[in-house]
């Protein structure tokens, strides 16, 4: 099941970067400069930050957002009942401390443990049925899944209950505007913007140890093991975050491209970075592999395995992984 996952997950990226390479959030949140200025207030005359907040979140509702799709959605106040399609909104909503209100999860989202105790509604195929008679007041559904979901947040719509597509974040700074934009909608904004502040000071963190390195490694990423190798290249997040760390990707070719054994041994790359974890001692097996004993990466044992969520899943532990990425390209900077 893992290996499905990771293999469709790669796919849909594929397509999606593909298309989509390099686009801006239109998304900001529109309430956060108005959200301070009603807290400052409140603390003024209430003097209490537990009364400010409430007052911040009050003064922001009813309001209408637009989703990723331009879908209108109108709230008279904060949903109290969410369900998460997706493990990336599933680990905002948690970061956002909306453990209470979250009635359930698909099935992949196993991050923070609470999630697992959650109901269940599904994996690539949501059990649409379920959703509905569960009668949540929101539905958080995601713009990655529209190729195989989109006629069932349809159905859940025409059950009156709103579906909010979260955008496909292709960037540290969308992934930022997509948090801040499910905090505005879940009467959130304050803990977004304290969130998307720590994500930021730890890639400040990261980039400043690795800022010395005089001689730029050659890494190659891997997101799916033989038969069929997949890898990032110009235009995708893993790009980005090799370019915050100063280190060069190997693959020039724009966005998820498929790779042959022997065009990785001839790209010989200082270092490979493997965020598959469905093959058995992974690590050795791809050191076994025909001719990658002459591959530099393999000689100084710079084969190094990452967890693959932390770089593909689009919320607050992004940062987590640029720096666990960073450790496995430049352990020396962290040393």
């Known amino acids: 099941m893992k290996k499905m996952w990771q293999l469709w997950l790669t796919a849909v990226l594929a397509v999606l970067l593909l298309t989509a390479c390099g686009g801006a959030d239109d998304n900001k949140d529109k309430g956060t400069d108005n959200n301070a200025a009603t807290t400052e ?18 003064a922001t509702f009813p309001m209408t957002i637009k989703d990723a799709t331009g879908v209108e959605i109108t709230l008279e106040k904060a ?23 979250i009635v359930a999860v698909d099935d992949y989202s196993d991050f923070p443990e609470d999630a697992t105790q959650k109901e269940k509604i599904g994996d690539m ?6 959703i509905i008679s569960m009668n949540p007041e929101m539905v958080f559904g995601h713009e990655m899944s529209l190729p195989g979901s989109e006629a069932g947040y349809q159905q859940i719509r025409d059950a009156g209950i709103p579906v909010y597509i979260v955008k496909n974040a292709m960037n540290f700074d969308e ?21 998307v502040e720590d994500m930021k000071a730890k890639v400040e963190e990261v980039v400043a140890k690795t800022a010395d ?59 490979m970075v493997i965020m598959h974890d469905y093959t058995p001692d992974v690590i050795n097996s791809v050191k076994k592999r025909d001719g990658f004993a002459d591959i530099t990466a393999v000689k100084e044992d710079q084969v190094v395995q990452v967890d693959s969520n932390l770089t593909s899943r689009t919320g607050p532990r992004l940062a987590e992984g640029l720096e666990e990425v960073a450790k496995a390209v430049y352990p020396e900077a962290f040393k």
């Not at 409140?42 to 003097?47: L, Y």
């Open 41 to 58: 207030q409140s603390d003024k005359e209430n003097g209490s930050d537990s009364e400010a907040s409430e007052d911040a979140d009050a």
């Open 125 to 130: 195929n949501l059990n649409i049925e379920k």
């Open 213 to 271: 390195i005089e001689t730029p490694k050659r890494v190659i990423v891997e997101t799916s093991d033989v038969p069929e190798i997949y890898v990032p290249g110009k235009n995708t997040f893993m790009q980005e975050i090799l370019d915050k760390i100063g280190a060069e990707n190997v693959v020039t070719e724009e966005g998820w491209i498929m790779i042959s054994p022997e065009e990785i041994v001839k790209q010989n790359p200082d270092v």
């Open 175 to 195: 992934t930022y505007s997509t948090i801040e934009a499910i905090g505005e909608a879940t009467g959130k904004s304050e803990e977004a913007t304290k969130v």
């Open 79 to 101: 949903p109290e009942t969410i369900i998460s399609t997706l493990p990336s909104n599933t680990e905002i909503l948690f970061a956002l401390g909306l453990d209470d209100e």
